[in-house]
């Protein structure tokens, strides 16, 4: 029998890799973190623990962004604006 959840997690994953594209420590240590990070836990098959999982996961995929976005905004900061001394 399939998990239900397992489509979830699959998505999840593939997100994250898909975000790991921009690392600051590159994409190969991103991804075995990953990879090891899901393989730690593929023996979990409670839903409810499943679940607690994947909500922390896409917890990392916000601090992910919030990552990007600030380096995105500290560049343009530095290309338009004066340094302050």
């Known amino acids: 029998m399939s998990n239900p959840l397992r ?7 593939k ?3 898909y975000l790991g594209r ?6 190969t ?3 075995e973190r990953l990879k090891a990070a899901f393989m730690k ?3 979990v098959t409670e839903p409810e623990k499943i679940k607690k999982l994947v909500d922390r996961g896409e917890f ?3 601090e992910l962004e919030a ?3 600030l380096r995105k905004y500290r560049a343009m900061k530095r290309r338009y604006y004066e ?3």
């Open 7 to 13: 489509g979830e997690v699959i998505r999840l994953y």
């Open 15 to 17: 997100n994250l890799l």
């Open 22 to 27: 921009e690392y600051p420590k590159g994409t």
């Open 29 to 31: 240590y991103f991804r």
């Open 41 to 43: 836990n593929k023996d």
């Open 60 to 62: 990392v995929i916000k």
């Open 67 to 69: 990552l990007y976005f």
């Open 83 to 85: 340094p302050e001394h």
